[in-house]
Structure formats: structure tokens, C-alpha cells
């Protein structure tokens, strides 16, 4: 970031460098202990792979849509489209969308944005409490 997007954005450092950033690896880890418990649980029960795999491809596959998403948006070329941004998140890729925010900051100001992010997080909090508290009574309602 140059020195006229820093006066631009005052609350932004200049740097490479992540704000807060044990504060935002200890909420990252909270938040990914419940996905990554229950992906272990179903991967060692000989259950499914298919989460455990799908929360890391998916993630690197999220980092990866955003730092091109970002790269796009400072040469003003076409971008991705936020619903496909937000699929990718809901698919299990959250993780490195957080991860992604944070490093390129990027989508970290757009409110409208973040609101649907946040929810896609809370909607897998509320999944893995279902299933590794709850017996997956919560769920059956839907």
C-alpha cells in the first residue's frame, strides 16, 4: 500500500504488516476449533474424509480467489463476483477467506460484505455444535 492509500485509509498501516494479529490468530483458532474437532472426529471414526479434506482445499481454494479478487481490484479489471466468493465460503472455505482478508486486506470494510461472511461463519459454528453437542437434533427441524 502506497503512502496515498495510507492517508486514505487512516486506521490502515502502510506495511505489510497485520493489525492485532495475536488477537486475530487467537479468534481464527477459536473459531476453527470446532470444524477442524469434528472433521478429526468423523476422519478417525473412518466416517468421512470428505470434510476434513474439503475445509483445506476449499480454504486454499478461497485464498487464492481473494489475493486475484485483490490483484483485479488494483488494476481495475474484471473481479470475482462476491456470490461466488461467498459460495466458496459457505463450501467449507471460510478459513482461508479469514485468512485472505487479513493478509491482502481486502473485504475486510464493505459492511454488506462482511455481514454475509460472518453469518456463513456462524452457520458452520452452529452445524458442528449441532453435531458434536446437540446429536444433530437442531438440524432436523429444517
Known amino acids: 500500500m502506497n503512502d496515498s ?3 486514505h485509509n487512516p486506521g490502515r498501516k502502510s506495511g505489510g504488516e497485520v493489525q492485532h494479529l495475536r488477537l486475530k490468530l487467537l479468534v481464527f483458532a477459536a473459531l476453527c476449533a470446532l470444524p477442524l474437532y ?5 476422519w ?3 466416517v468421512s474424509v470428505i470434510p476434513l479434506a474439503a475445509y483445506g482445499v476449499v480454504s ?14 488494483r488494476a481495475d479489471t474484471w473481479r470475482t ?3 461466488v466468493l461467498h459460495a466458496v465460503e459457505l463450501a467449507g472455505g471460510w478459513p482461508g477467506a ?4 487479513q493478509v491482502f486486506r481486502h ?5 454488506s460484505f462482511q455481514l454475509v461472511f460472518w453469518l456463513i461463519v456462524l452457520m458452520h459454528q452452529v452445524f458442528w455444535i449441532d453435531q458434536l ?7 432436523a427441524f429444517f
Open 5 to 7: 492509500s495510507a492517508r
Open 38 to 42: 469434528g472433521s478429526l472426529m468423523l
Open 44 to 46: 478417525l471414526r473412518a
Open 60 to 73: 486454499v481454494v478461497a485464498f487464492f480467489l481473494y489475493w486475484s479478487d485483490k490483484r483485479k481490484a
Open 81 to 83: 463476483p462476491e456470490n
Open 98 to 101: 479469514l485468512l485472505a482478508q
Open 107 to 111: 473485504k475486510t470494510r464493505k459492511v
Open 133 to 139: 453437542f446437540l446429536g444433530a437434533n437442531l438440524l
